[in-house]
């Protein structure tokens, strides 16, 4: 059942197209980033800048502290990836393979919170961290999150399918119940765990909403909102100074995503 | 198994338990306890029953909230769903060249939403942006999409249905691996054509994945935020005033806790009516998936 040429031609063609719609946008915005204002002013639309002027992204490093947000940022992203590891294993071999009352009950439990965004949580979120004082602290950032009922319900998944005889032998080697979890069975999860980690990686990094609502002052303000308050600085035609600030954003995730697209890939294809 | 201790379970789940319980179960409790009163963060609360709900509702804005977000809702699945569908169709081909294609298209999903969204600002701008040049050209005049109340919202979709067709694609494209070639194979033998096996084998044993993008990608964009904050914040004339951009004005600019419970209570509601769909559907693929 082979292709016909013309057919695979016309394939092609409608890729390139594709390609042209998804690329094209991020082609502007780097483009755009090396022009200067009397440029855009002159020639708003003018598709290559006259030469590369990096005066757009000095803007940027002078205007917000790209590097401490830059920090902040990847380290609540990396804490909050790593806690729902770490707290993950043991929850969802407690679901998967001990048997104790209350186990369907507690199951029920981690199902219901996966129906529950952080959308519909934060006004009562917000006032609990306002009346214990976290507000603004890296602590209403990361321990909202610190436990991912998705996670766990994957870790279960993934530990259904180990063999119980695995857990007995390592049991009779003497091996405490915590080592099974973190030395025995975590290394065999290896591809879960690391997509797990990856999409939870890039979803806070990338995370927008959360920050806004319990932040207000810079000491924990994330990157993407230092990067959507660079527009709300400036007047309209700014533009090359925005996508300058968008380009920081997005180089760090771009470069994650090309070298290790394949987990990210898997872990939202899922098994098919 | 047996635990070791009757308290290693517990011990094991605690941590996990307590946090969602805190930060999940509880909270919609406490969204339903404050949506009864009228509180200001400043002076104390005062009972005023279902007063909240009765003013969200007056004058049908509660409808109309719930309705736009629908309508956002719809454009983004119906876009995600055609355009990732006819996506994976096209780029499940070898060879590097499509590789390449289909990494460019799933990568807006990757990137945040705050670089979409500014990207794309930018992009529509009437001044500079490529798509008022492009108005321009035809005779369109100034063009201001986002100016526009008619035209605000389904912008902000077209918006969405960018960033998020690499999702649907990549899901469908995984579906697509689950078609055996020996069934496209014995369909081509019959004399069915490209079309004919789409529609007769290839279109049903794909019916659980599309069942699965269209609940996931209703729920997520029933939550979108970001393109409305960034992008409108909720104008012109409330045009592209989402649900949970709604919920965020009650309590951060109206400072009305009372008001914004209320509606995170009705939001809730609606989610999960949508959120049981999913449920059910990812049964059914869970079912499919150990056949």
Redesign the interface.
Known sequence: ?RESRA?YLA??A??CV??A???L??A??VL?SFKTLPE?VAH??APLPEHLDTGAYRVVFATIPVARYMGVTIFMALAIAALQIA??L??G???A????AG?GF?FG?????L???A??????????F?KARLVDTMTALV?????S?LG?FLVRQALLGIP?EM??AA?MDGAS?WTI?YRVLAPMLKPTLVSLFLVSF?FH??D??WP??MTTDDDVRTL?LG??LL?EQGT??R?HI??A??VV??LP??AL?AVA?KH??RA????? | ????A?W??????G???????V??????G??AC?SVFSWD?LTPPRYVGAANYAALAAHGQLLAIALRTLGYSAIVVAGTMTLGLG?AL??D?PGR??G??R?????????????VA??????L?G????V??VARQVGAGSLSLLGDPRWALPTLAVVGV?KLTG?SM??F???L??VP?SL??AA?LDGAG?LGRFRHVTMPLLLP?ASFVATTSL?TSF?A??VV??MTQGGPARGTELF?YA??EQ??LNLS?GR??AL?VV??VL??AV??L??RVWRARGAG?AR
């Not at chain 1, 439990?109 to 919170?113: E, H, I, S, T």
């Not at chain 2, 001044?127 to 490529?130: D, I, K, L, Q, T």
């Open positions: 059942m057919r394939a092609l409608l890729a594709a390609a719609a998804w690329l946008p991020y502007w915005m755009t855009i708003p639309t707290l993950a043991p929850a071999y407690a679901l393979k001990l048997r104790y186990r507690t439990v981690v199902l219901a919170c129906l529950v965004p959308q519909a949580t934060f006004v009562p979120v917000f006032l609990l306002a321990l909202p999150f610190a436990a009922a766990t119980d857990i007995e049991r119940e979890v890039v990094y990338n927008y909403f806004l609502v993407p990067v959507a527009r309209g035609v533009w925005v996508m600030g968008n954003l997005s995730v771009l995503f697209q990210l890939v939202v294809g899922g098994r098919g | 198994m047996r635990p070791r009757p290693h379970p517990w011990a094991m789940l941590p996990t338990l307590a946090l969602l319980v930060f999940f179960l509880l909270p919609i406490v969204a404050a963060m996506l096209l780029l081909r060249f499509f390449f294609v990494a460019s298209v799933f990568s807006a999903y990757v990137v945040s939403w705050v670089a500014l990207l794309w600002m930018g992009l701008d001044n500079a942006g490529v008022g040049w960018w999702y990549i899901v494209l995984a579906g691996q689950g070639r496209l194979e081509a490209a994945t729920v939550q935020f970001d904050r960034i949970v919920i965020y309590i951060f806790v914004a419970s995170t939001f809730f989610l999960l959120a049981g999913q449920l998936a």
